[in-house]
């Protein structure tokens, strides 16, 4: 048997994301721990309710219902209708077991990508962070009039430093006809031979329109990348049976059970892109440890985020542990 203990957590953007769903200016989540024979483990619940995990409310009530030691049968017998729980648990088990049986790629090797304001924010945005480092950027788009964002978008191709990769994020807000205009643009701006890099468009239609995002990958020489289509492993399942063999944008602290995560990427050797949903250090450095073994294709993974939210973590995490 196992000690459990959890915190709930609030942490406040700055400043708030815009995105086609909505504002979002706080983060609420779940701190969980389990101990056994004196190992700690540390798990997130990390839910985005409107992406198709859990809402936090509903994390809360599967925690306060457990009791306070609990067996690894009950941690790999969560319900899928749970995934953000799925993955806090089995995160802190993995990490109280220190993986075993698992090899891991130093998470290092890894390229990140950072996160842009929308809007015309991002014009001025990219130079701090690309001082940090930074050569891959994503950007929202359907936020503003198409024109507006447009116009954008060809002033941030032409300051953009060569060589720099740039992901176009609509989070399902685009129409058909609005999705086809970003692809034909981006397609013509590649073939101007910017030094810029478009490395494709991420989610540009609503989850349910997956035949038509599969017709306009093979229209244009853009990629399209699968976000709100595949948020939990369920969805991912579904969308490689009917038949996407594009790109697969997996937030994993959403996504589900790590270990079928796992099996199911090694397995079918799809073309994934690790995100953040702006989970605290327990939970990223668990995604992390994924993406370095999972990414075939070592794309960035983006997880470039913290200039979006306050407080130092390690200080955060640590006085949340010991106010309760």
């Known amino acids: 048997m196992t000690q459990f203990d959890f915190r709930p957590y609030r942490r406040r953007f700055k400043p708030p994301l815009q995105t086609n769903h909505g504002v979002w200016d706080v983060r609420d989540g779940i701190i969980i721990r389990l101990t056994s024979n004196s190992n700690v483990g540390y798990g997130e619940i990390a839910p985005i309710s409107w992406f198709g995990s859990e809402t936090v409310e509903q994390a809360l009530d599967f925690c306060r219902q457990l ?60 130079q701090s962070l690309a001082k940090d480092g930074y050569s891959t950027f994503k950007w929202k788009i359907g936020v503003y009039l198409i024109a507006e964002e447009l116009a954008i978008f060809h002033h941030l191709t032409e300051v953009l430093p060569e060589r720099v990769k740039l992901r176009l994020d609509a989070n399902g807000g685009l129409s058909y006809d609005e999705a086809n205009l970003w692809l034909y643009t981006c397609d013509r701006v590649m073939a101007t031979g910017v030094g810029v890099e478009i490395e494709y ?52 602290s959403i996504a589900g059970s790590p270990s079928r995560l796992r099996k199911f990427c090694q397995e079918h050797k799809i073309d994934a892109v690790f995100s953040s949903v702006f989970e605290t250090i327990v939970g990223k450095q668990a995604a992390l440890k994924l993406a370095a073994e999972l990414s075939l294709n070592r794309r960035a993974v983006g997880f470039g985020v913290h200039h979006w939210l306050e407080e130092n973590e390690q200080t955060w995490l640590e006085q949340l542990w010991q106010a309760c």
Request: glycine share 4%; charged share 20%; net charge negative.
């Open 201 to 252: 468009i991420e989610q540009p239609l609503a989850r349910e329109n997956l035949t038509e995002m599969q017709e306009l990958s093979c229209y244009y020489a853009t990629a399209i990348a699968l976000d709100e289509s595949v948020a939990n492993l369920t969805q991912l399942e579904t969308c490689y049976q009917q038949g996407w063999r594009g790109i697969f944008t997996i937030k994993p």
């Open 67 to 126: 009791p306070k030691e609990i067996s690894e049968e009950i941690i790999f017998s969560i319900p899928d209708r749970l995934p953000a729980c799925q993955f806090g648990f089995e995160s802190a088990w993995e990490d109280i077991n220190c993986c075993k049986n698992v090899q891991i790629a130093p998470t290092t090797s890894l390229p990140y990508s950072a996160l842009l304001p929308a809007g015309k924010a991002a014009l001025s945005t990219w």
